[in-house]
């Protein structure tokens, strides 16, 4: 696991016909992929996330448009703008989310290190600050 969030370049193969992106479990996706899922149709000015999770690791894609991820540790913030589909963003576990600023058609792909466990789920802000002074 890495231990911090971070833009990651997303290497590409590239020919006169287009571009392939590659992601595998590698040092570039630092977990064993157990779930993809894609967020997409988010209506104008809906912002989504609004949680942390205790143990999922996920990389982040803009497979299509642009968004922007916000990221809290519960100590400090910072904020991601994805807008290319050669540039993923690590998060490890621990970080509260924000999603917003989708443009029109976007695409958000999410390679995650679990498969869907609501219990992992931090989604009340209060609890995620105490979760963060209990495992820090
Ligand atoms: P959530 O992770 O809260 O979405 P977002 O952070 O994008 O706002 O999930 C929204 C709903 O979708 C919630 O009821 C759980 C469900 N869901 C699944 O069933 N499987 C999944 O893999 C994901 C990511 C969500």
């Known amino acids: 696991m890495a231990d911090k969030a971070e833009l990651r370049a997303i290497p590409s193969v590239a020919n006169a016909l287009g571009s392939i992106g590659v992601l595998e479990d590698s040092a570039l996706v630092p977990f ?11 209506p104008e000015g809906s912002e989504r ?3 942390a999770h205790k143990k999922l690791e996920q990389f982040i894609v803009a497979a299509s448009g642009s968004f922007t991820v916000e990221l809290d540790s519960g100590t400090t913030k910072e904020s991601f703008v994805l807008d290319s589909p050669s540039v993923g963003l690590y998060v490890p576990p621990g970080m509260w989310r ?5 443009s029109p058609n976007s695409v958000c ?9 609501e219990a992992d789920y ?4 209060d609890e995620f600050l105490s979760w963060v002074g209990q495992n820090s």
């Open 98 to 102: 924000d999603l917003k600023d989708f």
């Open 122 to 125: 931090l989604r009340n802000y």
């Open 32 to 42: 064993t992929i157990h779930r993809v899922y894609f967020i997409y149709d988010v």
């Open 49 to 51: 996330g609004s949680h």
């Open 109 to 117: 792909l999410v390679l995650a290190s679990t498969k869907y466990d």
